[in-house]
């Protein structure tokens, strides 16, 4: 289990919150000025739960710590408010705030205490999108660093990738991009991603990532597609390796930096025409250095990374919800006494 190991004598915590995704589960031990006070990590997504289900999950990464603190209030972010996760939570309209999030918050009791569910955020127009457990780190950026909330773009890298504009304070719009199922779907189900499976099955290697130079190539081609995208240009991914421009091993870069660029193609497509607003990327660090990466492959390199910013937007849900108080200065220099 990943875990943080706890501070000594110190602020005393005030919120357990819990990210959990598709994939996997964090809990959050949070004090009463937003710290950090530990965090571990289990591999229980809603789609990977332990035997005993939700519950078990629940009593596993929160261990000890209601124990010793009963009445800490529990927030949760990200598909466990889904239709397949423990209770179906409904969106919140954007544009949205931490107000308008913590306005949505179902109450859960699933026999192991209350738990507060976030809702996700839904938009209707130009077409229907949603998210669940992004806002919260969008949230947790704009806690981290306010300027932000003035105008900012987040990207938020992973299998659905989330592209959202924020301005006031809020979550305005967002695009949902399915780079990495694409990618994912390509790789083990495709003729795109057949000579790097054979090369790997022949002297027992991964077919991870490795070849920047091709990665960068795939970018280029893909800002080079223009209007059309890269449809016409997939295929070049087996016709290069069979011209010996790419070796097996290095199709998969350059397939990933096609999709990642068509992406960041269409997603810098109708942005002010002096540049885009700042842009953040949050999420795992390898995979927002590709992004950083590929970004530049565009012309932009002033590109900010935010790393783990869900304990920060479950701490302001919460504070907005008013299940935890923002201790005033005579408490804050007892805590650092």
């Known amino acids: 289990m990943e875990t943080l190991a706890m501070r000594g004598p110190g602020p005393e915590p005030a919120l357990i919150g819990l990210d959990w995704g598709t994939s996997s ?30 519950a078990a999950a629940f009593r596993g990464i929160t261990d000890g710590w209601l124990e010793e603190w009963p009445n800490l209030p529990i927030l949760a972010s990200g598909m466990v408010g889904s239709r397949h996760g ?15 999030v913590a306005a949505g918050l ?10 507060h569910l976030v809702p996700g955020l839904s938009l209707s127009h130009p077409t229907p999108d949603v998210m ?31 592209w959202a504009t924020v301005g006031n304070g809020r979550v305005l719009r967002f695009t949902t991009y399915l780079t990495g199922e694409l990618f994912a779907l390509l790789r083990d189900h495709s003729i ?51 011209a010996g421009t790419l070796t097996a091993a290095q199709t998969l870069d350059y397939l990933s930096g096609l999709l990642v660029g068509d992406e960041i193609r269409s997603g810098l497509t109708g942005l002010p025409a002096g ?27 002033d590109v900010r990374t935010l790393d783990e910013t869900g304990p920060a937007g479950l701490w302001r849900i ?20």
Request: glycine letters at 16%; proline letters at 8%.
């Open 275 to 301: 540049g885009p607003p700042p842009i953040v990327l949050v999420g795992d660090r390898p995979l927002c250095d590709r992004y950083r990466e590929a970004l530049g492959g565009f012309g932009i390199a």
């Open 106 to 115: 179902v109450p859960f009791d699933g026999g192991c205490g209350i738990i």
């Open 25 to 54: 589960l964090r809990g959050y031990l949070i004090g009463r000025d937003g710290a950090l006070l530990d965090r571990r990590g289990q591999p229980w997504g809603v789609q990977h739960l332990p035997a005993g289900g939700f």
């Open 192 to 242: 795109l991603g057949r000579p790097a499976a054979e090369d790997a099955a022949r002297d027992g290697s991964t077919t991870g990532h490795g070849s920047l130079a091709a990665f960068r190539h795939g970018v280029a081609m893909a800002r080079e597609s223009g209007a059309s995208g890269i449809p016409g240009r997939l295929f070049s991914t087996r016709s290069l390796f069979l």
């Open 86 to 100: 423990w209770r179906e939570v409904p969106y919140v309209d954007c544009p949205a705030d931490p107000t308008t």
């Open 318 to 337: 919460a504070v907005a919800a008013g299940i935890v108080g923002v201790p005033d200065e005579r408490s804050r220099a007892a805590d650092q006494s």
């Open 132 to 162: 669940r457990g992004e806002e919260t780190q969008i949230l947790g950026g704009l806690a981290i660093d306010p300027a932000l909330g003035r105008e900012s773009l987040f990207l938020l890298p992973g299998t659905h990738c989330k």
